[in-house]
């Protein structure tokens, strides 16, 4: 089993920066897959990144690309979620969680964070 708990969120204006961190209980880390997903108000869960347990394959929602990075630390435990040049539209509560394939798919993950507030001011 893994206990996931995430930091990081915060109130911003668009254009700037948070780095979202998820911490990891267990020695299992390295065996999943972790990813991060994001809900606004009235909006259904969605995915956001994917990283591989090593950390050599990522992939990305379309409308962060370029914006936002995965990655992870197998020493701490630790996956990470950079977002540089925020905007509204990215306002959600994210979660980091963890899964045992590499998966997009919300149903395919089995352990979730409580999740981290970001709000992004225009």
């Known amino acids: 089993q893994v206990q996931l708990v995430e930091s990081g969120g915060g109130l911003v204006q668009a254009g700037d920066s948070l780095r979202l961190s998820c911490a990891a209980s267990?020695?299992?880390?390295?065996?999943?897959?972790m990813g991060w997903f994001r809900q606004a108000p009235g909006k259904e869960r969605e995915f956001v990144a994917v990283?591989?347990?090593?950390?050599?394959?990522?992939r990305y929602t379309d409308s962060v690309k370029g914006r936002f990075t995965i990655s992870r630390d197998n020493v701490k435990n630790t996956v990470y979620l950079q977002m540089n040049d925020l905007s509204p539209e990215d306002t959600a509560v994210y979660s980091c969680?963890?899964?045992?394939?590499?998966?997009?798919?919300?149903?395919?993950?089995?352990?979730w964070g409580q999740g981290t507030q970001v709000t992004v001011s225009s």
């Open positions: 267990g020695r299992t880390f390295s065996t999943y897959t």
């Open positions: 990283i591989s347990q090593g950390g050599g394959a990522t």
């Open positions: 969680a963890a899964s045992v394939i590499f998966s997009t798919v919300v149903s395919t993950y089995n352990y």
